[in-house]
Nanobody
């Protein structure tokens, strides 16, 4: 079992920055991949970025590439999402999730944190 707790959401003006944190506990290892998903009002949840605990492979959605950076601190068992140049369309609930690298399904989810970008 893996437990995930997000923090760092809030209200920011367009062009601003936020850093989200996801503290993981339980059975984490380099064989897990961590993802940041987001869900805007009325839209489906989408994968914004992901990283392997080993840190060697990252993924970014085209909509966030060049603006968001995913990273991890193994000593703190924490994954971060640095979000710069935020746009109103980045508004939504952001979820941290984890999956085994041998699975396509994210089995573990945090409770989500709200990010609101005002224009």
């Amino acid at each position: 079992q893996v437990q995930l707790v997000e923090s760092g959401g809030g209200l920011v003006q367009a062009g601003g920055s936020l850093r989200l944190s996801c503290a993981a506990s339980g059975r984490t290892s380099n064989n897990y991949r961590m993802g940041w998903f987001r869900q805007a009002p009325g839209k489906e949840r989408e994968l914004a970025a992901s990283i392997r605990w080993s840190g060697d492979i990252t993924y970014y959605a085209d909509s966030v590439k060049g603006r968001f950076t995913i990273s991890r601190d193994n000593a703190k068992n924490t994954v971060y999402l640095q979000m710069n140049s935020l746009k109103p369309e980045d508004t939504g609930v952001y979820y941290c999730a984890a999956r085994s690298v041998v699975s396509n399904d994210y089995a573990y989810w945090g409770q989500g944190t709200q990010v609101t970008v005002s224009s």
